[in-house]
């Protein structure tokens, strides 16, 4: 008896014919390579607030018995919303008989790979757009830190550029991170100043890679192709991650249409920018 299409499911296109066994994810990013980048803490709340202790200099004692100064430290917040993400998909009695595989595990990956760059369009969001202070007022990217031009590749001198505002800042040198696409990357292993021993103790050249330079772990991912920026340095308190709830996955029989089994996960998180003098944007 011939299986009605609905015309609704997309898993038609992945029956096999007999004799094959192989499943095929088409080209995706795997892992989440941001949320090691960034500070993370764990939210069980609707929101949680990020305190900020400001600056404030030690003042001279002049004579003996004087009053003590209260220097009224600056103390602010950024307040860290949490967001409510989820994927799932159905699969079919009968698309498993005609697969002749159980492909509830290759969803279930495929759903987790969802999971992990969702996470870091999370993180990518948070450190290019506007953060949300205590009071519940839009704090945009503050735009000194924004180096690059928008009409070309990626230079040595944007890079040092970026480097230069944190180091001004008084930016921690551990910890920090180079945020580039695959087009960033190729303008920056094309430079002589990489490709060469003589400047770059990093081989870089010889894996096609580059790992650290100038102070920078070198990050790629293609979701910062998605902002306006195409690059970013940034140090990891910069941005902190929320996570209230890590990804779920669940696996369930669905009675209410005809015993599918559902492949769901699910998570809940948010990210903020804490401090914009620990991130720059790179024009690309």
Not at 50 to 66: C, D, L, P, S
């Amino acid at each position: 008896m011939a299986i009605p299409d609905s015309g609704t499911s997309t898993v038609d296109a992945a029956f096999i014919e007999a004799f094959k066994s192989n499943v095929i994810h088409l080209c995706q990013q795997h892992p989440s390579r941001l949320r090691k980048t960034v500070d993370e803490m764990t939210v069980k709340a609707e929101f949680a607030n990020v305190e900020r202790i400001g600056i404030r200099e030690a003042v001279e004692k002049t004579t003996r018995h004087t009053p003590t100064p209260i220097l009224d430290v600056p103390h602010d917040r950024r307040k860290l919303d949490m967001q409510d993400f989820q994927w799932a998909d159905m699969i079919d009695e009968e698309d498993q008989i005609r697969m002749l595989i159980s492909p509830k595990s290759e969803y279930a990956k495929a759903g987790a790979w969802a999971m992990n760059r969702q996470y870091d369009r999370l993180i990518v969001d948070a450190a290019t757009g506007a953060s949300v202070d205590g009071d519940g007022a839009s704090v945009p990217f503050d735009p000194t830190m924004i180096v690059g031009s928008a009409g070309g590749g990626l230079t040595l001198d944007s890079i040092l550029a970026a480097k230069e505002k944190l180091d001004a800042n008084e930016v921690d040198h551990d910890n920090r991170y180079l945020v580039l696409n695959a087009k960033a990357l190729t303008d920056l292993l094309s430079t002589t100043e990489v490709a060469s021993s003589d400047f770059n103790t990093v081989k870089a050249l010889v894996q096609g890679e580059l790992n650290t330079w100038l102070g920078f772990t070198i990050v790629h991912t293609e979701l910062v192709a998605e902002t306006t920026a195409q690059a970013l340095a940034y140090h990891k308190s910069a941005i902190r991650l929320g996570v209230g709830r890590d990804v779920l996955t669940r696996i369930d029989k669905r009675i209410d249409v005809s015993y599918a089994d559902q492949v769901y996960l699910a998570f809940t998180a948010g990210a903020t920018r804490v401090e914009e003098c620990k991130i720059v944007q790179i024009l690309v």
